[in-house]
């Protein structure tokens, strides 16, 4: 029963253009949503969160936005660089603190130069 | 300051042999956690260490898997006998509570069983 879904497991985008990553999840419990970044032969990083006391957060490029509703979370990477090209995974606790991350199964964005 | 550090990066061994992953934390890193990430998934928590503790360990498969983490620092994740289905990348993360609860992943382990 996978919890956290990315249904996209790939995107290509132009340079500089926006590139838009979808996540949905169905348990109802999660309360705190993370994004991390995976590039080859790495372990992934975080990248940007989100509580669900909030419908946005952003981080200089990188925007996260929650629809609580929907159980939807999208992130927006604007302009995207090339550097962005890696792996990108939502995660999702029942609460800030809690440490059991459920992981999406990923999308991989290609920026194109 | 290193990051987490495990080895070795890459093991290719036979089914029904034994395999070892280590790892060491952050400096000062209270948590500890393995995950599995079989291809084209996410990672899976496998187990949790709060100091030497195992506080979560429902997901790991206990009929072959062990783990340790002696004097609370760097922790071994054992497997033995190795199946096919446990070919993954096995990836160790740590994290403390002065930070906030962010958790810092290695590079991770990739095992191949033939």
């Known amino acids: 029963d996978q919890q956290v879904k990315q249904n996209s497991p790939s995107l290509s985008v132009q340079e500089g253009r926006i590139s838009i990553l979808n996540c949905d999840y169905t348990?109802?419990?999660?309360?705190?949503f993370l994004w991390y970044k995976k590039y080859p032969a790495e372990g992934p990083t975080f990248l940007i969160s989100?509580?669900?006391?909030?419908d946005k957060n952003e981080d200089g490029r990188f925007t996260v936005f929650l629809n609580k509703s929907a159980k939807h979370l999208s992130l927006h990477i604007v302009p995207s660089q090339p550097g962005d090209s890696a792996v990108y995974f939502c995660?999702?606790?029942?609460?800030?603190?809690?440490?059991?991350?459920?992981f999406g199964t990923g999308t991989r964005l290609t920026i194109i130069p | 300051e290193a990051g987490v550090v495990q080895s070795p990066r890459y093991k290719i061994i036979e089914k029904k042999q034994p395999v070892a992953f280590w790892c060491n934390p952050i400096?000062?890193?209270?948590?500890l956690y393995w995950y599995r990430q079989n291809l084209g998934q996410g990672p899976e928590l496998l187990i949790r260490?709060?100091?030497?503790?195992?506080?979560?360990d429902s997901q790991l498969p206990k009929d072959r898997f062990s783990a340790e983490r002696l004097k609370g620092v760097d922790s071994t994740l054992k497997i033995q006998p190795a199946e096919l289905g446990d070919s993954a990348v096995y990836l160790c993360?740590?994290?403390?509570?002065?930070?906030?609860?962010?958790?810092?992943f290695g590079p991770g382990t990739r095992l191949t069983v033939l």
């Open positions: 993360a740590s994290s403390s509570l002065a930070g906030g609860g962010e958790q810092f």
């Open positions: 348990n109802s419990m999660f309360d705190y």
């Open positions: 989100i509580s669900s006391i909030k």
């Open positions: 995660a999702a606790v029942p609460n800030f603190g809690n440490e059991k991350l459920t």
């Open positions: 400096s000062g890193h209270n948590t």
């Open positions: 260490y709060e100091n030497e503790e195992a506080v979560d």
